[in-house]
């Protein structure tokens, strides 16, 4: 996502942290949001430092896969993308003994990354670096299919991210407990659905805007809430 998805997944999440989990990481983050620290993960790639983070914000696939095949794919899946660094910040997150540079530099990346692999084409295909090379007109602006469904549908509508927030944060518990007890690899797998359907229903050069809008804006809405609600199951687990 850009900076507003960001910080409406990172609200979202915020309104579901139980108190222990909530103390826990605004000892982390002190007074960072988790709707600001969400960006953090962006606003560093300017820092040839931190090139090594470039890989964890997407996990690509170059095929539509089942989702039995996607589960035996990531069980083996060792690279560095976002699948297998949220396992590893989750752990490292649990441990004690972590400094006090890492809990920040691991929660910060948590945050991101679970937000991200909701946006359908961070779970996309590798050839096309996520619809990044998929060139489309956004309301007869020079764009691509990974910059509509970061940005531009969000920013279409017009609200301050706690606006955004408002309109869209309204679930069940019952909802909220079905969504955070799927697997992280159903994550990636409902968000590669939803990608695998994008991919089908572009073409290149193609104009995009008010109909498509009208088309997806629930599906895109749906995977901010989605985002926001499992983030806060897994900090709530980790920290709880
Ligand atoms: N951003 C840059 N490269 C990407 C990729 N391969 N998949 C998703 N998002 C990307
Ligand atoms: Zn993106
Ligand atoms: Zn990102």
Redesign the pocket.
Known sequence: WGQQGHRISGQIADSYLNPKARKAIKAILGNESIAMASNWADFIKSDSTYNYL?NW??V?FDKALTQPEMEAYLKVDTIADAYTKINFLTIELKKKNLSANNKLLYLRMLIHIVEDIHQP??????SD????DIKVLWMNNPSNL?SVWDSQLIDFQQLSYTEYVAAINHTTAAQRTKWQQASVSQWVFESNQIAQKLYADVKPDEKLGYRYNFKYIDTLNQQLVKGGVRLAGLLNQIFG
């Open positions: 470039y914000h997407f690509n084409m961070h779970t996309g295909h590798l670096k996520g619809g990044n990974h």
